[in-house]
């Protein structure tokens, strides 16, 4: 038998992992291995994962991408800028709704998709949270593949984020888009030679983050967006009709001798009732009411306080004043018409008021 001697550091074996693998699980206060990319970033972790974990919780993953909502914050407000820029005033509040959603939309792709193609492999949420991007092999995504993912991860959330329950069962907490695209989110440490192993076991807060992102998606996609856009449609109709109704409003030619319908007001009046708007002329009180219709019965809403309105009343009786003042109520018509402040042309400002409903004479 060979006798046991005591060996030199330098000629015990090499007992270091192989390349490309990485280190076992230590305990959870062992040094850290640092990926390579990872000091490209310009910032650091602040809620670090233990070296024992390698798959994070839903809940972290959501957490960062709120973070990431709120670093991203100024991509909506230049999305607005630009969207009002293009269009302008002329621009149907609908329509720039529209532009405004679709041109967010792309930035925030090309926000998520440039940094989880960039060395860092993640966006700047995940890197706070200590997360990041990997694939099958850990090759980077490329920016074509990481859009992919980005449009994949919307229609993702078009469905109430149902796609997001994928990873309640999976071992390696793949989402739907994660397993279409091939991708995993997983901890800045781990290295390849993990990626095989790495697994976590369902958790019940897992349960509750998850619930929390579809009613959050479904409030979003199915109720908010659709009843905004809706509202604006309605204040472009009421725009419309204070636009036809505009010129008999600076001439003061509204009612005849006998109380009768300038054939301007009658112009007005059927151009309103193309876009579901009814008219009342006040005439004792040198006023006109514009009342939204409810388009699926096409019935005016004469009894309901909560329909949108706008009444145009006169400030003064002398022949030729011009000066209208524009009483709103309604949720549509908060965005205020662009013609109902544009009224008296080059006359003073017209002065805005808000109220409840008045009743029709």
């Known amino acids: 038998m060979e006798p046991r001697v005591n060996r030199p550091e330098s000629s015990r074996p090499d007992a270091s992992p192989p390349d490309g693998a990485s280190p076992p699980p ?56 630009a969207t009002s820029g293009m269009g302008g005033d002329a621009l149907p509040k609908y329509a720039g709704a529209l532009h405004f959603i679709a041109l967010s939309f792309v930035m925030y792709g090309f926000y998520f998709a440039l940094w989880e193609s960039s060395p860092v492999r993640a966006t700047p949420g995940k890197v706070l949270f200590d997360l990041r991007v990997a694939t099958a092999t850990d090759a980077p995504l490329r920016f074509s593949d990481a859009m992919i993912r980005y449009f994949v991860r919307v229609g993702t ?93 600076i001439q003061g030619d509204l009612l005849g001798p006998e109380g009768q ?8 009046s059927d151009a309103s009732a193309e876009l579901n708007v009814e008219m009342e002329v006040q005439g004792d009180e040198h006023a006109v009411l514009l009342r939204v219709r409810d388009v699926s019965t096409n019935a005016a809403s004469r009894d ?18 011009a000066t209208w003042h524009c009483i709103r109520h309604g949720i549509a018509t908060y ?3 662009r013609n109902c402040v544009d009224i008296a042309g080059s006359l003073p400002a017209i002065k805005l008021a808000q109220q409840r409903a008045l009743p029709v004479h």
């Open 304 to 321: 309901d306080v909560e329909a949108p309105s706008i009444r145009i009343e006169q400030s003064g009786v002398a022949a030729g004043d």
């Open 335 to 337: 965005a205020v018409p």
């Open 261 to 268: 319908w300038s054939r301007g007001l009658r112009s007005a």
């Open 26 to 81: 230590g305990p959870r206060n062992a040094p850290r291995p640092r990926r390579e990319g990872i000091e490209d970033a310009f910032f650091t972790f602040v809620w670090a994962l233990p070296v024992t974990v390698t798959i994070p919780t839903l809940a972290r993953r959501m957490l960062a991408f709120l973070l990431d909502l709120v670093i991203s914050l100024p991509i909506p407000v230049i999305a607005l800028v």
């Open 157 to 249: 959330l078009m469905t109430a984020n149902a796609g997001l329950w994928w990873s309640w069962r999976s071992p390696r907490g793949q989402a739907l888009h994660d397993r279409l695209c091939g991708t995993f989110v997983i901890a800045q440490h781990v290295l390849p030679g993990r990626l095989r192993t790495a697994a976590r076991t369902p958790q019940s807060r897992d349960l509750v983050a998850l619930a929390a992102a579809s009613v959050l998606a479904y409030a979003l996609v199915f109720q908010a967006i659709p009843s905004l856009l809706q509202q604006l449609r309605v204040s472009d109709r009421l725009d419309d009709a204070i636009a036809a109704l505009r010129p008999a409003l």
